[in-house]
């Protein structure tokens, strides 16, 4: 593999994963008050406090991913989130049988892009990149 190809996939990695998580985001930053509610049904504390911090973690760390910037800490952040996220609202194990294919399913997906999260995390943005352009300086 080229350089240049593995940068151009790094990009576009970047940008798949980022699609998770920015339209999250912001879905979550525009209608605080039902996230919160959301997120108080689910017995989470601070309920309007932690969906203003969940909905600017997801939307700021999916546009740091697409542009680049700062994605070995993004990339762990974010990664640690859906570890979080999946163990709250993806508790497969402790939901009714008629639940229990779906979420399993959705778990999984998680653990996935935790794994591409991660990557970001060790491997770094790629040439395409706020932070490598930021390294030639």
Do not use: C
């Not at 601070?46 to 973690?57: C, D, R």
């Not at 939307?59 to 680049?68: E, P, T």
């Not at 952040?77 to 194990?93: D, E, I, K, Q, R």
């Not at 959705?106 to 060790?122: R, T, Y």
């Amino acid at each position: 593999m080229t350089d240049k190809y593995a940068s151009y996939i790094s990009l576009a990695g970047r940008i798949l994963l980022a699609l998770m998580f920015i339209p999250a985001g912001f879905g979550k930053l525009a209608n605080i008050s039902g996230t919160a509610g959301y997120f108080a049904s689910s017995g989470l504390p601070f309920a309007s406090v932690l969906a203003v911090l969940v909905g600017a973690l997801e939307l700021f760390g999916g546009l740091a991913l697409v542009v680049g910037f700062q994605v070995r800490w993004v990339g762990l952040a974010l990664a640690l989130f859906t570890l979080g996220a999946n163990l709250v609202a993806h508790a497969y194990w402790a939901m009714p049988e008629a639940q229990q294919m779906v979420n399993q399913l959705l778990f999984m997906k998680n653990i996935s892009v935790m794994g591409g999260m991660l990557l970001i995390s060790a491997l770094g943005a790629g040439a395409y990149s706020v932070d490598a352009l930021r390294s030639k300086r």
